[in-house]
């Protein structure tokens, strides 16, 4: 079961400064929340760039996964899990960029409006995470 798993994505453009993506996850695995990044989940996420140097991602993830703390208790039915993050970026030169983001998120999209994570990536996050983050970044 644990390598039994479908993945699908879905990439439309329908505008030269936007971009939708849709994804799906289908695991028997249950159990893969947190050991895999391919839990059970459906995306979406919107990438619309108004200006040349302003940006902005909206990404709502819905999960549904067997809860470890349930698991002691003996109850193996999945729970559904909600996850919503947003991003807005400044870019005042084509060398710099200014992020606020608010959540957690791994960006697995093929998105190219969507912005890189400095902090190394993550695992696909099962809740919204109440995490607002401001950074700079410099391409030397």
Do not use: C, W
Not at 72 to 98: A, C
């Amino acid at each position: 079961e644990f390598y039994n798993v479908f993945k699908t994505a879905f990439r439309l453009a329908p505008l030269e400064n936007m971009e939708i993506y849709l994804d799906y996850t289908r695991n028997e695995f249950e159990s893969a929340a947190m050991v895999t990044d391919s839990m059970n989940h459906v995306g979406i996420e919107l990438a619309y760039m108004p200006m040349k140097k302003m940006g902005m991602l909206f990404k709502y993830t819905y999960s549904r996964v067997q809860d470890l703390d349930r698991l002691q208790l003996g109850i193996t039915e999945p729970i559904g899990h909600h996850n919503f993050f947003t991003e807005f970026r400044y870019l005042p030169t084509k060398d710099d960029e200014l992020n606020f983001q608010y959540g957690a998120s791994y960006n697995n999209s093929t998105a190219n409006l969507s912005s890189s994570d400095p902090y190394g990536g993550s695992l696909l996050t099962l809740d919204t995470q109440h995490i607002f983050r401001l950074y700079y970044r410099r391409k030397f």
